[in-house]
């Protein structure tokens, strides 16, 4: 049997995807698409982790027959198990303010210097060391035997085997990159008990099989496999990218925008720590060096506080308005948390002298352009502090979607931009998945030729004509 059941968590919906190997190329359908609605109780924000379960159940029995289940999600977050196995509370949402003051906290410990020359992950607030920091004295962690990341969460429920997958594991700060195994030294130091965290896990490695309890409730007859995939969303993404050769960046956007180059080896030099990049472990022994941007998350924090417009006109609006009037650092922590965004934009272009976007259109374009500009700094910054060339940009995820995005980025970089696959995500879970399984073979290149072959994918040539205006607002942001 080719097909596989590719579950992808995301920060707004969850969903199942049927991956199918043909003959003729590769299939994806989605079978089951479920909101992921964060809940705040106490004052804290939580991740609705049973929900997200049952979405995945219903989605499994909506694909039938399966060959394997992968897994992915955002990174960063976990749930904390008691001595039975039971779940000790909710897991919290990275965009939580419990990580307040954590930074520095950490820092008195281990300088920026140190903690980025050990792990060489960018600076997030989030980072899971941040969180485990501001809950250390808590009950749950007095008494957690293990710590799993949310997709080794799910799939400890759907087989009772619990592990660490790897790429999401390097999310932590707490993995060497150059080693690709736990550093000791920076746990010690912060006082973070490795013993927590279940033996790590390579992507495609067999992560269990359906227990019998979760096969009735799907309807599947086992033995049904779980296969470890990059089970951080980004490291499927990555994988999923259509790419030929070497010289592509990639952006993965959607709530997030990820932008950068995929590497063999990790760049740990006080350069790259100083301009924020990440070394993140990807599938196949690659480095996923790349700065984390704020995203599409922008415009549907605007759209929620505008009650839900239609997108499309506000586009096409868009569109038409002036280009670059204003823009915003869209790298900056300022916009991580929910609530007030349009007027959080606004105070931000006051804040650095220009003007305010006086419509709904000219708040949607000051977004695109910041994401867009943002864009263009990440890929030159990484192909300047990696030595590496970038010929092309590959877009993926679901800002393929906005074709202004993606032309604004084409011509923000001054290079082709290929659009395709939205679901990036699941194209590089399933094709793992089929790896591990025998029914595809090769490494990333030929995984990404199978998916050249059987994609649509939309190109995008930049308007040389709009290159001194990127220049210009690019030295504007520097300076400010
Ligand atoms: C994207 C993503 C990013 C990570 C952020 C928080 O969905 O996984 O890679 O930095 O979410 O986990």
């Not at 060489?120 to 899971?128: A, D, E, S, V, W």
């Not at 990790?266 to 100083?274: A, C, F, G, K, M």
């Not at 569109?319 to 007027?343: K, Q």
Request: glycine letters at 12%; aromatic letters at 6%.
């Amino acid at each position: 049997m080719s097909a596989f059941a590719a579950v992808d968590l995301g920060a707004s919906s969850g969903r199942v995807m049927l991956g199918r190997v043909a003959p003729d190329g590769l299939g994806l359908e989605e079978v089951h698409r479920f909101p992921n609605r964060p809940v705040r109780t106490g004052g804290t924000l939580h991740w609705d982790i049973l929900a997200l379960y049952q979405g995945v159940l219903d989605g499994l029995r909506a694909a039938g027959p399966v060959a394997s289940v992968g897994i992915d999600s955002w990174a960063v977050d976990y749930g904390l198990l008691d001595a039975s196995g039971a779940l000790l509370g909710n897991p919290v949402h990275y965009r939580d303010a419990r990580t307040e003051g954590m930074s520095e906290k950490v820092s008195a410990v281990l300088s920026p210097a140190e903690l980025y020359a050990a792990t060489g992950l960018q600076h997030l607030p989030f980072n899971t060391v941040y969180q485990l920091t501001a809950a250390q004295g808590t009950p749950a962690l007095g008494i957690a035997r293990r710590l799993l990341l949310i997709p080794d969460l799910i799939a400890y429920w759907l087989t009772g085997e619990a592990g660490t997958e790897l790429t999401n594991a390097s999310t932590t700060q707490l993995i060497d990159p150059r080693t690709r195994t736990w550093s000791a030294p920076v746990a010690d130091a912060l006082g973070i008990n490795l013993g927590l965290f279940a033996p790590l896990r390579q992507p495609g490695d067999r992560a269990g099989e359906l227990l019998p309890q979760v096969l009735s409730e799907t309807g599947l007859s086992g033995p049904v496999p779980v296969t470890a995939v990059g089970s951080h969303d980004t490291a499927s993404a990555v994988a999923g990218v259509p790419a030929e050769g070497g010289d592509f960046a990639y952006i993965a956007t959607g709530t997030w925008s990820l932008a950068g180059l995929e590497l063999d080896a990790p760049v740990l030099s006080e350069d790259s720590r100083r301009a924020n990049f990440t070394n993140e472990l990807g599938v196949d022994g690659t480095v996923r060096y790349l700065r984390n941007i704020m995203g599409l998350w922008l415009l549907q924090e605007c759209l929620r506080d505008w009650g839900d417009p239609d997108l499309a006109p506000l586009l096409a609006a868009a569109a038409d308005c002036p280009p670059l009037r204003s823009v915003v650092d869209a790298g900056a922590a300022e916009f991580i948390a929910p609530g007030g965004m349009p007027e959080r934009l606004a105070a931000a272009c006051r804040r650095t002298g220009q003007p305010e976007p006086r419509s709904r259109a000219e708040t949607v374009r000051c977004i695109l352009d910041s994401l867009a500009l943002a864009h263009r700094r990440a890929i030159r910054d990484a192909s300047r502090l990696s030595g590496r060339p970038v010929r092309v940009v590959h877009v993926v995820g679901g800002g393929v979607r906005n074709e202004l995005l993606c032309q604004l980025t084409a011509d923000a970089c001054g290079l082709p931009v290929i659009a395709g696959p939205v679901e990036a995500a699941a194209y590089g879970n399933m094709l793992v998945q089929a790896r591990a399984a025998g029914t595809v073979s090769g490494g990333l290149p030929e995984l990404r030729g199978l998916l050249r072959e059987s994609l649509p994918l939309r190109r995008y040539e930049p308007d040389p004509g709009t290159a001194a205006a990127w220049e210009r607002a690019e030295a504007a942001v520097a300076g400010g």
